[in-house]
């Protein structure tokens, strides 16, 4: 099995060893789920990828999408792509057995969608809009929505889309002003327009089923007047018929990256004939878009470290081929150069890859791992996990995105001038993979996600729990022993954001808003590296644990090198919430009041 | 005069404010510079970067270069480009009077090709390469060699390259393999390939002329053997006749930016008859390339100072024009959405730009100073230039591009969506400027260069002096008051700066050097980032000076702007040495220890 885009021992080790996330078949939903299932699972996954996805990576960047005479061109591999998706089972597998599906839980599903992604986001991501999508009308549509729709969406014949942006509006949804109007018939009469959709068009499918936010006629200002609607591009009739609905395509995105992979912006109702139908109750259509937005923060996590696996494996390999240069003490010129891996510097720039991508994919297991148990537990054990999903989505989100822009970066610079070229792939992740900061609510958006909603939540429930779990781990690592300088550091750094949060939580009592939130986007940093730390310092006690037995030379690398990337991340990474505190403490509110006049 | 990529206003507050620039004039050389002089050659550069530069910016990406039918093309406005600058003199700017030049103080030089590369560093970078090959010639070539190329390179009819790179080398030059054999005329017969050579060939010039790196048939194995010689495209002979040399272009590389800039992978002497012409003495080339490559690194520090600035006035521009959201305290949605400038987190985006930037031009103004006095001083302070120069040259190449890239990385996130798309020029920007960490010498080699170099060089006299500079700025800025918290900021890091560099210093006395050097790189960064605080305070101090002048608003703006994103760059950059300092500290060896085996 080729392995140049995932580490499927590494998906392993996670799910089997560190999760244990095959003891869920405790719960009865759950209960065929055992490690074998587990794992001839993650190998389907693998083979889709080997075989659709990988191959097509870079042919879709090179020959991007494009507009023309009103239609939406893409890679003519990605019918067949997507049909061996949902052949394989992939957009209905978390649905109950009685309505096709396979009961996955969310943490074997997630492994698998990061495979996909790691392999070739750009083709697999409609897969996940669709799934995304379908989401919605299952859980909130009618019984008719669900008939019209679903059998064709989860055979990915349709697309589903969330067309939730419009020009005016941003990332400020309460500013949303596509209209529904009530027709006699029940249905509604859409007008609108919705800017960077993806996979809003596009000819690898037969139609596309938008789950639109619009406003029905009469409906209050702001985020409570917003309902959600299925407003088809093609409108079934009666027989099956499919009927234009007036949703046109202005065009398409001139993107730096995921060029193979569609954003369109679209008019609803130009020739006022543009139907949609209501999903669920009025004016509730932003709750039910945040359950799926939430699926989605974890998705765009899983999309970003997808797109660091690709690199870290691409680098890896050339460190691994390319010979050039000698160790300082060596002045001898009649040697050899050595390989670049045996360079301090390119070690340490592979070692920032990994502990990135492994920490990342972690913590998006661990999140995963909640939504299962929010799914099946009861009690005490479904609150916490709901509490410390809702407080590490931000993170999970943001993390891979911001520092996998990073980690790709010093992907390419393993490579050296190769790396800039498109010879290589790295040039096109680093490009793809940018635009996760912005998607799904930017950076900054989840800083004050973070610090403005799910730390002050439920009296501070979330951020207590989540003291908890790394205290946890801290005493279970000077349990098992060898790693006590990873746990003083980590231990040091979760006092002070500890510190920290109580401070301006103090400060968040006694000033507007703005004050505590000015820096949220560093605070979201600072508690980015917190979490990765306590990820991978768990790594690191399963890991010291395994090396008590007698090991293959292959897996003793393994292990050692898990505790390796885990020191790296302590001293490398972990280090720099010590000028994030440093900032985070201070009185001086340069954000906050510097007048615009004074940027110039 | 349109100011959208660059601020003529931050060029004159630096070169006459900061830097009394135009004190230079005590100087015979520069007699002729006065305030005047400087202001009417800026005001030239952007008559040039206004009217020939900034327009083709964006089309020489999207109609990149191209190599069809051995023609390398490129864009058409080219031609017309390089005979405006050369025209205007900017390619003998700094050669004597009575060789055609003008005498140009290096400080105002460097000042104008910032400008150039603001407006469009991909049209303008193949004019610098043009003046560096043109001064290798002039100070190491024979009086023929300076006869026979100088006219046509001084008025960009013909192209000046480094050609260094090759295949099996890379950033190692000792294991060079382009070899030169004695002809009985004196000339040499050339042999090998390079790759990688920017401007290497193209259809806007009619020759190129390569300043080559290659060793005489016999020279000594490693840096010693290696000579430097001028080698044509097309060789002039009798009359002036020009026969084909036969330098022959295999391809260019398709890259992530700089796409209308070309890098071109070039066989010489496939056919036998390539001649070369020796430059100075044999086996003394790498020495006589570094002199140009010291200039080089200041230039590569400018090209990425000049992609951050285009990128910076566009994002300010855009942050200016695009209204949305509210402050989290108001929750009233009748009112109208605030312009996105008055979101905190747009304006810590901002200042980062603005502090990156502005900072990065003062560093490569204050070296170019030093290159200044370096050529007109004598005694001592002429060698104190000589010691700040090779001490700051890494920094001022490195710290551009790499706090560049994350500087136009914001520039993107202020525009959300938008930034991503090839509607606006940031992409582009983000694109460009990520060579610029590889470029004349990745991140790493200038790590290795300044620690393991530099900071050893004659006995530490040049980190001394760095000291004794900083000290003077601390002084003056409790001396002119209301700096006292960005004083204690910059003297904290400044002493643990010091501490750290004996702590290292102390490991190279007693272990081989690959333990100290082995994480160079964020040593350089601490490094850096204790220049650039330096350089804002500079700033600050002149600033809080001007303030106590009766001002208009707009310079009123203009130098609180200053004392503000001193104060960013100390609160929010510098305080990131903290975590550096910890690492560096430490006495974990991950980079150097780690086998390769656990990277996987």
């Known amino acids: 099995m080729k392995e140049n885009y995932v580490s499927l021992r590494n998906l392993k080790f996670l799910l089997h060893e560190v999760f244990s996330a095959a003891d869920l078949n ?19 996954a693998v083979q889709i990828g080997d075989q659709y996805l990988f191959p097509i990576y870079r042919e879709m960047d090179k ?22 998706m ?47 999508a379908a989401n919605l009308i299952k859980n909130f549509g009618s019984e008719q929505l669900k008939a019209t729709y679903l059998p064709k969406m989860n055979t990915m014949e349709w697309q589903g889309t969330m067309a939730l942006t419009e020009p005016q509006a941003g990332s400020s949804l309460s500013d949303l002003t596509s209209t529904a109007h009530p027709q006699p018939d029940g249905s509604y009469q859409i007008k609108g327009q919705k800017i960077y959709i993806s996979a809003g068009d596009h000819n690898a499918v037969d139609n596309v089923v938008h789950l639109m936010l619009a406003r029905i006629t009469g409906a209050p200002a702001g985020t409570r007047g917003i309902s959600l609607f299925v407003v088809p591009k093609y409108r079934p009739e009666a027989e099956g018929e499919l009927v234009y609905n007036d949703v046109a395509t202005a065009g398409i995105y001139g993107k730096m990256g995921q060029k193979g992979y569609v954003a369109a912006h679209l008019m ?48 890896l390999k050339y460190t691994h081929e390319r010979a050039q240069g000698r160790h300082p003490s060596n002045k001898d010129l009649s040697q050899e150069p050595v390989l670049i891996i045996e360079h301090a510097d390119v070690r340490r720039m592979l070692l920032l890859q990994k502990s990135i991508l492994e920490g990342s994919i972690a913590l998006l297991l661990q ?21 410390l999903l809702e407080l590490l989505t931000p993170i999970a989100k943001s993390f891979p995105a911001e520092m996998g822009t990073v980690a790709i970066s010093n992907a390419m610079q393993c490579l050296g001038g190769a790396g800039y070229t498109d010879d290589f792939p790295i040039e096109q992740y680093y490009r793809d993979i940018r635009i996760n900061a912005i998607y799904e609510g930017t950076t900054t958006i989840h800083g004050l996600d973070l610090l403005g909603r799910k730390i002050p939540m439920a009296g501070g429930k979330p951020f207590s729990l989540f003291v908890r779990e790394v205290q946890k781990t801290l005493d279970a690592a000077l349990a098992v022993g ?42 979201l940093e600072l508690f980015g590296l917190v979490t990765i730390g306590w990820q991978w310092l768990k790594q690191a006690v399963t890991a010291q644990q395994a090396m008590t037995e007698t090991l293959s030379e292959s897996e003793l690398s393994f292990y050692a090198g898990k505790i390796q990337a885990c020191a790296y991340f302590m001293e490398y990474e972990l280090s720099k919430g010590l000028g994030l505190e440093q900032r985070l403490k201070s009185n001086r509110r340069i954000s906050l009041e510097t007048p615009p006049s004074y940027i110039n």
């Not at 999140?367 to 509490?387: F, M, N, P, T």
């Open 367 to 387: 999140c995963s791992y909640y939504a299962d148990l929010l799914h099946v537990a009861d009690g005490q054990e479904k609150e916490e996990a709901h509490y």
């Open 482 to 523: 060898g790693l006590e300088q990873d746990v003083s550091l980590l231990a040091t750094r979760l006092k002070a954001l500890h510190e920290l949060t109580l401070h301006l939580m103090g400060i968040a009592s006694q000033e507007k808003p703005e004050v505590f939130l000015a820096d949220a986007t560093l605070y």
């Open 268 to 315: 609803f109702g130009e020739q006022d004939s543009c139907t949609g139908y209501l999903v669920g109750e009025p004016h509730h259509g932003l709750s039910y878009m945040f359950q799926m937005m939430n699926e989605a923060r974890i998705g765009t996590g899983l999309l970003s470290a997808g797109n660091i696996s690709g690199a870290y494996y691409a680098a």
């Open 26 to 44: 405790r719960f009865e939903r759950y209960s065929d789920y055992d490690r074998e299932a587990f794992d001839m699972t993650l190998e389907a």
């Open 86 to 132: 949902a052949d394989g089972g992939w957009i209905t597998a978390i649905d109950d057995y009685h309505a096709g599906g396979q009961q996955m839980p969310a943490i074997l599903f997630n492994a698998g969608v990061f495979i996909f992604y790691a392999a070739n986001a750009n083709a697999a991501s409609p897969t996940q809009l669709t799934v995304g």
């Open 63 to 84: 020959n991007k999408a494009y507009f023309k005479d009103g239609v939406v061109y893409v890679h003519p591999a990605l019918r067949e792509t997507y049909k061996a």
